[in-house]
């Protein structure tokens, strides 16, 4: 029977607590962990007759009828006992209550609060979306989980009674909250996304509007635009008139064309919070002398939507907003305030001018602006649903970032994803907790054990091991795809051993298998050449359509957008991705049999294979360095050379007398399409000992003095101390040369703990091989070099598509000497040497013997 107890906390989020039968004792462990607090509830005696009747309360609501069906639905499901939703009871109940008083603002229509008593259990809600946050919050604190889309990643707790204490007031940190799918949704996954959605509580009560305007403008009022060429963008001379078009925005018919625009949208859609009015995609931005006097793109922007913001707020009110990003040319902040209604989302991709993205949003706060962000969690056509390929996956990110943000002022946020739950599922189910609840980033490890427990149960270890190979930050996992898939297979074919008997979690586990087999299916198309890549797409893209009910991939993107892109394949007349089922050859919704997951699973086994590594890799203090030994002839070997790269990277030096000066020559925008990405940022650093932060590095210099443009400058960083030190570099991914005098002393580290160093072109360096070293191994993704001995003979050829582990021994009396990476395109990672490389031998630094 359903016990409650009296409430004995106040104000507070609180979870709840369980008193659960023995037969629960297994669940109630799990639950404890999740809970994080262990507050003892006053048993009240069991309520006798039928179990507590759930009651919406107030003037009749369909959609609070509705909310009221939902939870009593699943707690009929959860104790296994009908519960009736009646118009009132006179004894305890749990009911559905709007909160009294006027209407909520536009950022407090989802508060809501839980609370028990001798009464009962009494949700309240601002709104019926409160409420319905409210049941599904609920349902969460007695163990319900709807972890991913669809009826296989549902949890139905179930339980026999429980002692019930909660006092809770709930509101979103975030007022929007968006995971939406980049390619949109097919005829299979609409229902069960929205449903996610709801269960999640992630149907905010804010809709925020900030996609690109520009077009949708000018088609609304194209009559006027047709005879007013004007109002485009001058280009070369010329009025760019175009669907997509940029606007002559110093142009008063212009902005009273924008005015009219969202007023009319508005009128249209009188329950829309908000209008975009951001500008269209790219550049082509108006050349016109009127529009250089109001300032660069971002200055016109701004300008345009606070005129419409002022213009809607004065017809329409104080509740309707105005959005817009901060992309591309106009990702900068403005010379002068925003409208108070006007909310920016600051993108975190597609930046121009080199900024980070927390100095853009502290810019537009300067300005007064309303701040959202709009994220990038998965993009099809960068990530191809691959594992750990897309933000998605990082936890780390995702708990850093989310809480990052709103600490800076963003109360709204949108993420571009796909339906790709089969890499991304734990990513984007940890987002939305953390979304309304920041603090939740501080629980990241208990929400993924909660996950691994209630969706795996006896499989839950092996299924640590598979996701933890899923996440982004686990770079390490995926230096050779081949391994990867094999853990993944091998992880998956113990959870089904252990799982048997448990069809719940089976499914779950059979729907991975499908999801592996396409991460394996895209890496045979990828890797194959001629006719047989023909033949690996068409078997990706009819596995991608025939598992598109588990969203394991996004099917809708990959079969859409991937021949678009590859020209040396082809999807013929009748299988086009509109043509429907039975006639399309590539199409088949048949369900797969066991016997064909099992053939998969076998086959993954027996067909990859885990590296198994023929040396120890030893482990660096990159904070305590010397120079290299020069041995006989060391001296006189000709130097090598790796000037030209991309994106950040690093150098290390050891500095004997202090102050010193460090030399750089550095030539930056080397590609000039990328000259947008701001001057080449340089910062020195002091490694070792403890600094004002705690960190053990200390800056000691920094230069952002070279621009974007070819040409070649000087800078000099001054050592103020002796001891090891860091240089790092940024381009914004531009490409950089970075030369220096002979004999100053930098090495490049070249160890999997960091960063690849993005060397453009062949490059060719050093490396010091300790005596009494018998074997080299190391990493290579180089397309092609080789390693060479100390005599000048190939020892190792270095080029591995995708990846791979690699050893060479060292004959007697090569060791103790230098040895030469020559020519190499591409990255290399020293696993069992000192994991340094220099142009010389005596620009070489390696760890303290």
Not at 497 to 511: F, W
Request: hydrophobic share 40%.
């Amino acid at each position: 029977m359903f016990q409650l107890v009296s409430s004995i906390f106040s104000g507070m989020r609180l979870l709840p607590t369980f008193m659960i039968s023995p037969s629960l004792a297994a669940l109630a462990v799990a639950l404890t962990t999740w809970l994080g607090h262990s507050a003892e509830p006053a048993t009240l005696p069991r309520i006798k007759g039928t179990l507590l009747p759930i009651v919406p309360e107030g003037p009749a609501s369909e959609a609070r009828l509705a909310i009221s069906k939902a939870l009593a639905e699943k707690l009929g499901a959860i104790f296994s006992t009908p519960f009736a939703v009646v118009p009132q009871a006179d004894g305890p109940a749990i009911r559905l209550r709007l909160a009294e008083g006027p209407p909520p603002g536009a950022t407090h229509r989802e508060d809501y609060s839980i609370r028990t008593s001798a009464g009962g259990i009494l949700l309240t809600g601002t709104t019926d979306t409160a409420l319905r946050h409210a049941a599904w919050d609920l349902l969460h604190r007695l163990g319900y989980r709807q972890f991913f889309p669809g009826q296989t990643w549902e949890v139905i707790p179930r339980l026999d009674s429980l002692s019930l204490t909660i006092d809770a007031d709930e509101s979103p940190d975030y007022s929007s909250r968006r995971i939406w799918y980049g390619y949109g949704l097919w005829d299979h996954n609409r229902a069960t996304y929205e449903d996610w959605v709801v269960k999640n509580r992630m149907d905010g009560g804010f809709t925020l509007n900030t996609g690109h305007a520009y077009g949708r403008l000018i088609r609304s009022q194209q009559a006027k635009f047709d005879a007013h060429p004007e109002y485009y963008a001058l280009v070369n001379g010329q009025r760019r008139v175009s669907p997509e078009a940029k606007l002559c925005i110093s142009n008063p018919g212009v902005r009273a064309a924008a005015v009219a625009y969202a007023l009319a949208f508005f009128a249209e859609n009188p329950d829309a919070d908000s209008v975009s009015i951001d500008p269209s995609d790219g550049g082509d931005w108006c050349e016109c002398d009127a529009c250089a006097r109001i300032g660069p793109p971002h200055e016109r922007a701004a300008l345009l939507a606070n005129t419409v913001a002022a213009a809607v707020t004065e017809h329409l009110g104080k509740d309707r907003f105005v959005g817009m990003y901060a992309y591309n040319y106009h990702a900068e902040p403005p010379s002068f305030d925003l409208h108070p209604h006007v909310i920016i989302s600051t993108a975190t991709a597609f930046i121009k001018g080199g900024k980070p993205i927390k100095d853009i949003i502290a810019g537009w706060s300067a300005r007064k602006a309303t701040i959202g962000i709009r994220e990038y969690y998965s993009v099809n056509t960068w990530d191809r649903d691959l594992p750990g390929a897309a933000r998605g996956s990082r936890l780390d990110y995702l708990a850093e970032s989310i809480p990052a943000f709103h600490a800076q002022g963003a109360r709204y946020l949108s993420a571009e994803s796909s339906d790709n739950w089969g890499c991304n599922g734990l990513g984007y189910y940890f987002a939305s907790r953390v979304l309304w609840d920041t603090g939740e980033a501080a629980r990241r490890q208990a929400i993924v054990d909660d996950f691994l427990h209630l969706a795996f149960g006896p499989a839950e270890k092996p299924m640590r091991d598979f996701y933890e190979r899923l996440d982004g930050a686990n770079a390490k996992a995926r230096l050779v795809y081949d391994d990867l898939l094999a853990r993944l297979y091998r992880n998956l074919e113990q959870a089904r051993t252990l799982a048997s008997g448990r069809p719940d979690v089976l499914a779950r586990i059979d729907d991975l298998i499908l999801y592996t087999r396409h991460a394996e299916l895209y890496d045979a198309y990828r890797t194959a050449t001629g006719p047989a890549r023909q033949a690996a797409f068409e078997a990706m893209i009819r596995h991608a359509y025939r598992i598109r009910r588990t969203s394991m991939v996004h099917s809708y993107a990959l079969y859409r957008d991937v021949a678009a892109r590859d020209s040396s394949v082809t999807v013929p007349e009748p299988a086009r991705w509109q043509n429907p089922e039975p006639g399309n050859p590539w199409k088949s919704s048949t369900p797969f049999t066991a016997d064909e997951l099992t053939a998969i699973l076998g086959s993954g086994v027996a067909n990859h294979v885990p590296v198994e590594l023929d040396f120890d890799v030893t482990e660096v203090d990159d904070t305590n360095l010397v120079p290299a030994p020069l041995t006989d002839g060391a001296s006189t070997l000709p130097a090598g050379n790796a000037e030209n790269a991309r994106g950040a990277r690093s150098w290390f030096t050891v500095i004997g007398q202090a102050p010193a000066d460090i030399e750089l020559h550095i030539t930056g925008g080397l590609i000039a399409h990328y000259r947008d990405r701001g001057n080449v940022r340089v910062r020195l650093w002091k490694l070792g000992g403890a600094s004002v932060t705690g960190e053990s590095r200390t800056l000691v210099a920094e230069d952002a003095s070279v621009p974007p443009d070819g040409v070649e400058r000087v800078v000099h960083l001054t050592a103020k101390e002796p001891g090891v030190h860091r240089i790092d570099l940024d381009d914004g991914q531009d490409l950089t040369r970075v030369t220096w005098p002979a004999g100053q002393r930098l090495s490049w580290k070249m160890s999997l703990d960091d960063f690849p160093q993005s060397q453009s072109g062949r490059w060719t360096l050093y490396a010091w091989v300790p005596p009494g070293t018998r074997k080299i191994g190391l990493y290579s993704a180089a397309s092609g070099g080789e390693l060479r001995d100390p005599e000048g003979g190939k020892a190792l050829d270095l080029a591995r598509k995708g990846g791979a582990f690699l050893s060479v021994d060292v004959p007697p009396g090569q060791d103790g000497r230098y040895w030469k990476f020559h020519q190499v395109a591409g990255r290399v990672s020293l696993l069992n040497l000192p994991p340094f490389l220099a142009r010389t031998p005596s620009e070489l630094v390696i760890p303290h013997p």
